[in-house]
C-alpha cells in the first residue's frame, strides 16, 4: 500500500520527478521512432532494424514510466483541504520562506492579502479572487510579490463612509458627538445590505483601517479628525484584529471623529 506523503508540497515535488523521468522515457521513444522514420523515408534499411526495436524497448519503458507517474499521485487533496492541514501547511510554508503571515478565523492574514481556503473544491480565494494554484510554495511566492505592490486603497473614500457610518452609531446608541464608537458596531452599519457582511468581512474592513491608519488621511471634507481610541474599548470584547508590513498583530477596536481643536 502506498503511504501518502507528509505534506501536499512533497507529494507535488514527487510526481514533479515522475513526470520529467516519463518526459525523458518519451523524448527517447520519439527520437527513435523518428530515426526509423528517416531510415525507412530515404530506405537506409541497415538501419532500419535498429531503429524499429529501438522504439519499440524505448516505448515500453515509456509505458512503464508513465504508469509509474499515474500510480504516483495518491494524495487525498480532499481530506488534506477539509482538515485544516493545508492551511497549517501553507502557514509553515510561509515561515521558512520569511514570509509573516498568521490564521484568523479560518482566514490567513498576509499583508496586504487576506486568503480563505476553500475545501469544496481544493482552491484558495486571494482577496477574492479564485486561484487553482494551490501547491504552498507558489501560493506564499505570490503572496510574498503581493507584498511589493502598493495595495489599491483609497484612504480618502474610505475614511468618509466611516464618517458617516459613526455618525449613524452615534446617533443610534444615544453616543455624545465625538465620543468612541466600537469599530464592530460601524462594520455592522458599512454591511447593512443583505450579505454585504459576507462580501466585506471584519477581516477585511481590519486590513483596510491599518491601511488607512498607515495612510496618514485622519480628516474628513467637514473638518473633523478621525481618531482610533482602543484602552477602553478592548476590554469589552469585540475587537478586530489585523496584520501589519512587519507581520505583526495589529489591533483597533475604537473609531472618533471630533471637531479639531482651534
Given at each position: 500500500m502506498t503511504t501518502q506523503p507528509p505534506s501536499l508540497e512533497g507529494a507535488l515535488e514527487a510526481v514533479e520527478r515522475d513526470a520529467d523521468s516519463a518526459i525523458r522515457a518519451l523524448t527517447a521513444a520519439l527520437k527513435a521512432a523518428r530515426k526509423a522514420k528517416s531510415a525507412a523515408s530515404v530506405g537506409i534499411v541497415r538501419?532500419?532494424?535498429?531503429?524499429?526495436?529501438?522504439?519499440?524497448?524505448?516505448?515500453?519503458?515509456?509505458?512503464?514510466?508513465?504508469d509509474d507517474l499515474r500510480r504516483g499521485w495518491q494524495f487525498d487533496?480532499?481530506?488534506?483541504?477539509?482538515?485544516?492541514?493545508?492551511?497549517?501547511?501553507?502557514?509553515?510554508?510561509?515561515?521558512?520562506?520569511?514570509?509573516?503571515?498568521?490564521?484568523?478565523?479560518?482566514?490567513?492574514?498576509?499583508?496586504?492579502?487576506?486568503v480563505q481556503v476553500a475545501p469544496a473544491d481544493a482552491t484558495v480565494m486571494v482577496d477574492k479572487q479564485k486561484d487553482r494554484r494551490v501547491r504552498p510554495s507558489v501560493l506564499v511566492r505570490h503572496l510574498q510579490a503581493l507584498q511589493q505592490r502598493p495595495p489599491k486603497f483609497k484612504p480618502e473614500s474610505f475614511i468618509e463612509s466611516l464618517a458617516a457610518a459613526y455618525d449613524y452609531v452615534v446617533g443610534a446608541k444615544g453616543l455624545r458627538r465625538g465620543a468612541p464608537a466600537k469599530l464592530i458596531d460601524v462594520h455592522r452599519v458599512l454591511t447593512l445590505l443583505p450579505g454585504a457582511a459576507r462580501d466585506y468581512t471584519r477581516q477585511e474592513f481590519a486590513r483596510d483601517m491599518y491601511l488607512l491608519d498607515q495612510s496618514g488621511v485622519v480628516e474628513v471634507r467637514d473638518g473633523r479628525q478621525m481618531s482610533l481610541p482602543?484602552?477602553?474599548?478592548?476590554?469589552?470584547?469585540?475587537?478586530?484584529t489585523t496584520v501589519t508590513r512587519s507581520g505583526q498583530s495589529k489591533i483597533y477596536a475604537g473609531l472618533a471623529f471630533t471637531e479639531p481643536r482651534r
Open positions: 538501419d532500419l532494424q535498429q531503429a524499429t526495436e529501438s522504439a519499440f524497448e524505448l516505448t515500453a519503458q515509456a509505458a512503464t514510466a508513465a487533496v480532499g481530506a488534506w483541504f477539509s482538515s485544516g492541514q493545508y492551511a497549517q501547511e501553507l502557514l509553515a510554508t510561509a515561515a521558512a520562506l520569511d514570509v509573516q503571515a498568521f490564521e484568523s478565523d479560518d482566514r490567513i492574514l498576509c499583508y496586504p492579502t487576506i482602543a484602552s477602553a474599548l478592548t476590554r469589552g470584547g469585540g475587537v478586530l
